[in-house]
């Protein structure tokens, strides 16, 4: 299984970027995707989550400002992340439920937000 996120960078507040991560190795349609992030000094936490019929949840701090899609023929799933804030500087991971307990992380790609 691989996973590779792309589309990070530096942004100015209230711009947008988005987030793109490319699955192999798996049934990506049958498959729940999820995006995380991680800012240094903080726990690992869910940014946004969609199920393989497309139903979606957000963490509290990006409701509004963020939207999760997949597209399943180029097995890939996506983050559009709209009025950035300093806050959301991390490293944002993609991750993909694995045989139980594991799960499936791509490398990561740092988000700053910063002007």
């Known amino acids: 299984v691989q996973l590779v996120e792309s589309g990070g960078g530096l942004v100015q507040p209230g711009g947008s970027l988005r987030l793109s991560c490319a699955a192999s190795?798996?049934?990506?349609?049958?498959?729940?995707m999820g995006w995380y992030r991680q800012a240094p000094g903080k726990q690992r936490e869910l940014v946004a989550r969609i199920t393989r019929d497309a139903i979606i949840i957000y963490g509290d701090s990006v409701k509004g400002r963020f939207t999760i899609s997949r597209d399943d023929a180029k097995n890939t799933v996506y983050l559009q992340m709209n009025s950035l804030k300093p806050e959301d500087t991390a490293v944002y991971y993609c991750?993909?439920?694995?045989?139980?307990?594991?799960?499936?992380w791509g490398q990561g790609t740092q988000v700053t937000v910063s002007s």
């Open positions: 991750k993909v439920p694995g045989p139980a307990p594991y799960d499936y």
């Open positions: 190795g798996i049934l990506f349609s049958r498959n729940p």
